[in-house]
């Protein structure tokens, strides 16, 4: 049997986004998304994280990775290259545990979107190939280097073209279809033979490629590029790894719309005055859809557990229907007893919610949203996240979305 390492680098020093190997992406811990492509791998034997931080170590072990050593703090410096790190790594393995992988499989938490089988095609590509040292994943380039430039002489000389191409003396100004295809490697998976690392490569001459789709192509250096990856994970509609429970498709015909209160229509916000009375903020464009919801055959209503007639209050402006008041530790059965009544199929719902009580709904509807503030657990238990927050046009949003699928539906 082929021994195959999943290893994981996963440094504490983040400068770009700090911490950003456990901050939540899509509601999961970033790393988690690395170590579910390993687990999910019928190839990988042993998934190891190398980092020199407790708290990320403390993660990888909750979502089912080894972490056997600390890496040295030697080895997580800025400049720190793979090679030291995996070198390290395979190392400590044979002195103090005899373990000697045949194949390295690298998987960095920066490229967290991963089509599904990913590392094990990569394996066996490494695997077919005796000659091949590695596989590295590639997609197709988005810019083409035939139509780049050096400028070996400053501004104020003339410019050479980075590449030229045999039988075309001016690639610069051929058309893009006539020119060599190029590919761009990723993040997403390398598969190394261990035996190229410790000679001193992570990579070897033979390097082979698998190539990726590029609606994956995903490196995540920045803020700005972690909310644009979020979107992608929430509307892209990619065949991907999932670092929870795969999350589950709209339906196909949407009947009804169950939307939780505080949190959701509201902020979560309240304001009480001297005599007890509340307040809440909520947003008048969450009503813009209800009607023309309703003349596509889909009802949207409120489900929730608030006593306060500011509830009722605000579903009347919005033209919905409201159930409140309802035992906090019963949501889950109320959201039973409206369907039977109006006999409607789970299937054909959608619920929206932010918070722990919003849970038991969510294994009932037929595809559960939660709003982008909702709490951890219940941005990991969603279908679909939404990228406004409750108070702020959630509901509006859903709407939205519902009303596209319908008209792509027709």
Known sequence: MTEVLALIPARGGSKGIPRKNIRNFAGYPLIAWSIAAAKQSKSVTRIIVSTDDEEIAAVARQFGAEMPFLRPSEFAQDNTTDLPVFVHALKWLDEHEGYKPDVVVQLRPTSPIRPRGLADKAIEILLAHPDADSVRGVVSAGQNPHKMWRLP?????????????????????????????????????????????????????????????????????????????????????????????????????????????????????????????????????????????????????????????????????????????IDIRGKGEALKQLLAEKKVDAANVVYIGNDLNDLPCFEIAGWAVAVADAYPEVLQAADHVLVKPGGHGAVRELCELVLKKIENRE
């Not at 000389?157 to 490697?185: C, F, H, S």
């Not at 001459?205 to 992608?232: C, G, M």
């Not at 979560?268 to 309703?294: I, K, Y």
Request: aromatic letters at 6%; zero cysteines.
């Open 153 to 325: 002489n400053g501004e104020n000389a003339p410019m050479k073209n980075l590449l030229d191409v045999e039988g075309i003396d001016e690639p610069y100004n051929a058309p893009r279809q006539i020119l060599p295809p190029v590919y761009w490697q990723t993040g997403h998976i390398d598969a190394i033979r261990t035996a190229t690392i410790l000679n001193g490569s992570m990579s070897g001459k033979n390097i082979y490629p698998l190539v990726i789709d590029s609606r994956f192509t995903v490196d995540i250096d920045n803020l700005q590029d972690w909310a644009r990856y979020e979107h992608l994970v929430a509307t892209g509609g990619l065949d991907m790894v999932w670092a929870g429970r795969a999350r589950r498709p709209m339906p196909a015909n949407v009947k009804l719309i169950v939307s939780d209160f505080d949190g959701v229509i509201t902020d979560n916000r309240v304001w009480t005055s001297e005599e007890g009375l509340e307040t809440v903020v909520a947003s008048r464009s969450d009503s813009m859809h209800v009607r023309t919801l309703r003349e596509r055959g889909v009802e949207v209503m409120i489900l929730s557990s608030e006593p306060n007639p500011v509830v009722k209050a605000r579903a009347e402006k919005m033209g919905v229907e409201a159930i409140h008041g």
